[in-house]
T-cell receptor, first 113, second 117 residues
Framework: DAKTTQPTSMDCAEGRAANLPCNHS???????VYWYRQIHSQGPQYIIH???NNETNEMASLIITEDRKSSTLILPHATLRDTAVYYC??????????????FGSGTRLQVQP | GAVVSQHPSWVICKSGTSVKIECRSL??????MFWYRQFPKQSLMLMAT?????????EQGVEKDKFLINHASLTLSTLTVTSAHPEDSSFYIC?????????????FGPGTRLTVL
């Protein structure tokens, strides 16, 4: 699976959009970009994933650059409950990708009141 | 969305005893489940991959005789920590793989905090 690079930490004001970047310059054509977050003392929570098109769901938007070498997770209106460690993970999906997700250090997002 | 439960959410036990942790996929079937361990201020580390009806695959450095995994059905996997010692104290998290639409997603349980005295 391709390696990802994320900033160690970020701050965001409550009510503003939180934009979390992720670099994955060695991503392969069949690898998806997944985003998870882990709130303190809880299991990771799935947020969103995508292959090459931008994706949006009730939690967030995922913007993937045209060359697929980087992506941005957008939380449109951050709240204090969004304070967590956010993980960007790249991996092959589908039946050929039965391996587990590998977690790096992630980005610690602190939403400030 | 897909829900994965774990039981118990926390457990305290004496050194030398065994502890069983259950992981259930509540609204989907999971042929593959995973067990992770997380120490304070560290990221999740994969312990083993559990496939329904077959033996688990353990990561390097994880003792299969100490961490017994059973995946007897498509919705239940169990992790038994045998002869637990204080160094086994950790946050244990399971996940279940849900597949569809050409991609797959892992959903995680809330975790079990094990404290061995």
């Amino acid at each position: 699976d391709a390696k990802t690079t994320q900033p160690t930490s970020m701050d965001c004001a409550e009510g503003r959009a939180a934009n979390l970047p992720c670099n994955h310059s060695t991503i392969s054509g069949n690898e998806y970009v997944y985003w998870y977050r882990q709130i303190h003392s809880q299991g990771p929570q799935y947020i969103i994933h995508g292959l090459k098109n931008n994706e949006t769901n009730e939690m967030a938007s995922l913007i993937i650059t045209e060359d697929r070498k980087s992506s941005t997770l957008i939380l449109p209106h951050a709240t204090l409950r969004d304070t967590a460690v956010y993980y960007c993970i790249v991996r092959v999906a589908g039946d050929t990708g039965r391996r587990a997700l590998t977690f790096g250090s992630g980005t610690r997002l602190q939403v400030q009141p | 969305g897909a829900v994965v439960s774990q039981h118990p959410s926390w457990v305290i036990c004496k050194s030398g005893t065994s502890v069983k942790i259950e992981c259930r996929s509540l609204d989907f079937q999971a042929t593959t489940m995973f067990w992770y361990r997380q120490f304070p201020k560290q990221s999740l580390m994969l312990m083993a991959t559990s496939n329904e009806g077959s033996k688990a695959t353990y990561e390097q450095g994880v003792e299969k005789d100490k961490f017994l995994i059973n995946h007897a059905s498509l919705t239940l996997s169990t992790l038994t920590v045998t002869s637990a010692h204080p160094e086994d104290s950790s946050f244990y998290i399971c996940s279940a793989r849900s597949s569809g639409r050409g991609s797959d997603t892992q959903y995680f349980g809330p975790g079990t905090r094990l404290t061995v005295l």
